[in-house]
């Protein structure tokens, strides 16, 4: 955290970034230089939307209270990216099951909780757009940047562009088939490639191959080389992974793909066997480099900050509320 001239002599141009994760959130505020002024974490409460969006606002105060007072009137206002399927035209999240959110009018809320102007987002895309523009994306036109945590989704960048489709869906590569007969997914699909691959994935695969609880992937991913279970859950989850990749890349010709979430923490043990397996299986798609994210966790807040930046400067002003 900085306190530099900018924030101190009321010239900048300050943006509080939220990001709402399933289990936790982040606050940021952040200048145009992606300088972080201010930071505050807080717990997502679950499945109490009411709840959720009451500690979306405290913790939007707790970070605005740790700017110094003079910097405080340079808040233009704030970017909120949110899981889940969000309307962002018209500041709606429309569902979010961890959260408890159903058709709750968020940016509204929080605009009138707090008198500043809100930007809404959602969470994979945000964190997609700011690895493109300025994390292991820059200078790339055609990529996609694929976020593994407890769920898999992706952001697809074509042209230099963010490809949304028609419902605003556009990416659920967890949900791409890649087992027909694999495991039910939580979205009632059998064999998705988030319910073999994901973090959360992995973690269910070990304890159902071994019987033996694990806090998460990385438990999983600890025990490689010296536990012969984690190293065939393993060569599974990255098999599937290369498969979902593969299809992805058949369809949509990336030239880079990024790789971001809790599991990229792994790195090369993740990219290297999912390139390699890709490499092996691929005959009409050129096979793209794989990077991992550069931006990491601040992924989500640098994108919501930077999204509610452009919406404000297509729009001529931050003072809409509409
Ligand atoms: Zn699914």
Redesign the pocket.
Known sequence: MTDDQHSTDGHADLVVAVDVGGTGMAAEVLDQERTTHASATAATPRGDGAAATRAVVALIEKVLSALPASARPAVRGIGLAIPGLVDTVRGVALYSANVGWHNTPVRDRVQAALGLPVVLHHDVTAAGEAEARFGAGRGVSDLLVVVIGTGIAAVVIGGNRVVHGGAGQAGEL??VVVRPDGPL???G?RG?L??LASASGIARSYTTATGRAVTGAADVWARLGRDAAADRVWQDATSALADGVLTACTLLAPDLVVFGGGLAEAGQDLLAPVHQQLTERARVASVPSFARTELGRRAGVIGAAANARDHWNSTGASTSTT
Do not use: S
């Open positions: 967890g949900h997914c939580g979205c699909q998705c988030e319910a």
